[in-house]
């Protein structure tokens, strides 16, 4: 029976990708490592939490005596590593607080399971989940392909290339069996909202100003989450050793012509008249170190390992709103701060 350790399963992606393996691989002895920071959040997954299968695990990857503790005492086969602090604006804020877990973080998990199978790295493996931000910003032509060379402009985005860095150099040092995914921006339920879409979703609900940085051109690949989770379990279970793979959505979407397909949707959805929602639009000051365009080449995920994405945007957009809109009480507890009794009362 293989013991899988996934860490920040209580975030947006993770809590699909443990959803998926608690559901899919019944053999398996899940483990969701979270610090239930600001966006870990227990009830994305209270509707696995009693499977025999799952185990929740609160911890910090930063805490090294803590992460040894935990491989020593179960062993396990494989870790997805998810665990990472991801936006980009509070990067800017608090670059340190990024170094800590993306870098010193990851290293911890990667000292611990070196050492936990320096005599055996037989049907191990070490899935490091990472951001096609690393690679910086495309021009109006070209795409991302894994050879793509690293070019960060933000501390999120160079926290997450040093981690890879890492991950890439401990396969090299030590053969430690590794393999890597760079993924697009990820949309979909259960997503803080901080995140333009979610956040954008919750402002139109409340009548609350979309917040445009700059001209609103910048372009993005977006990737159904679901999809990704799929594309993750496939990467764990079939990718080649010490390979890199990217993870898009086929899609590229400017943030002002989302936006506004967003506002269509929305309006329709709510009963409001058409346009209503696009007067909440207001540009604002861009940020630093705004990347242009980002792209992915997932071709090669497609043609060695069968994967593709299951939904266009607009279906995927369409199915996301629902969920909201359907998951009201979710969404007000995320905002108002109350989730985090839900810890509490789970294991107080």
């Known amino acids: 029976m293989k013991k899988i350790l996934i860490t920040g399963g209580a975030g947006f992606i993770g809590s699909h990708v443990v959803r998926r393996f608690v559901n899919r691989y019944p053999d398996y002895q899940i483990f969701n490592l979270d610090a239930l920071t600001y966006a870990g959040n227990l009830e994305n997954i209270k509707d696995i939490e009693d499977h025999p299968n799952y185990h929740f695990v609160k911890g910090d990857i930063v805490d090294e005596a803590f992460i040894n503790e935990l491989f020593l005492n179960y062993n396990f086969d494989g870790i997805l590593h998810l665990a990472a602090e991801s936006h980009v604006d509070?990067?800017?804020?608090?670059?340190?607080?990024f170094v800590k877990t993306n870098v010193i973080g990851t290293m911890n998990l990667l000292n611990a399971a070196k050492n936990q199978w320096k005599d055996d790295f037989t049907n191990k493996r070490f899935y490091h989940i990472s951001t096609d931000e690393v690679y910086g910003s495309l021009g109006a032509e070209g795409l991302f392909t894994e050879t793509t060379p690293y070019d960060p402009n933000s501390p999120y985005s160079a926290s997450k290339a040093s981690s890879?860095?890492?991950?890439r150099a401990y396969g090299e040092t030590y053969g430690l069996p590794y393999v890597l995914t760079n993924c697009s921006n990820n949309y979909g339920s259960y997503h803080f909202p901080e995140k333009l879409i979610p956040l954008f979703i919750n402002n139109i609900i409340n009548n609350k100003p979309l917040?445009?940085?700059?001209?609103?051109?910048?372009?993005?690949?977006?990737?159904?989450?679901?999809?990704?989770?799929?594309?993750?379990?496939?990467?764990?279970?079939?990718?080649?050793?010490?390979?890199?793979?990217?993870?898009?959505?086929?899609?590229?979407?400017?943030?002002?012509?989302?936006?506004?397909?967003?506002?269509?949707?929305?309006?329709?959805?709510?009963?409001?008249?058409?346009?209503?929602?696009?007067?909440?639009?207001?540009?604002?000051?861009?940020?630093?170190?705004?990347?242009?365009?980002?792209?992915?080449?997932?071709?090669k995920i497609n043609k060695e390992l069968g994967w593709k994405p299951s939904v266009t945007f607009e279906e995927g957009l369409e199915k996301t709103i629902n969920w909201y809109l359907e998951n009201e009480e979710w969404l007000q507890?995320?905002?108002?701060?109350?989730y985090k009794d839900y810890y509490q009362k789970q294991y107080s």
């Open 211 to 299: 917040p445009v940085y700059g001209d609103g051109n910048y372009t993005r690949d977006w990737l159904f989450v679901e999809d990704h989770a799929a594309a993750i379990d496939l990467v764990f279970h079939e990718g080649k050793n010490h390979e890199t793979y990217n993870i898009g959505g086929f899609n590229e979407w400017k943030n002002i012509d989302l936006v506004k397909l967003l506002c269509q949707i929305m309006d329709e959805k709510l009963g409001r008249t058409s346009g209503t929602s696009q007067e909440l639009i207001t540009y604002v000051k861009d940020r630093p170190g705004h990347d242009l365009r980002y792209a992915i080449d997932a071709s």
């Open 333 to 338: 507890n995320v905002t108002s701060g109350s």
């Open 90 to 97: 509070r990067s800017i804020e608090d670059p340190l607080a």
């Open 164 to 167: 890879d860095h890492f991950v």
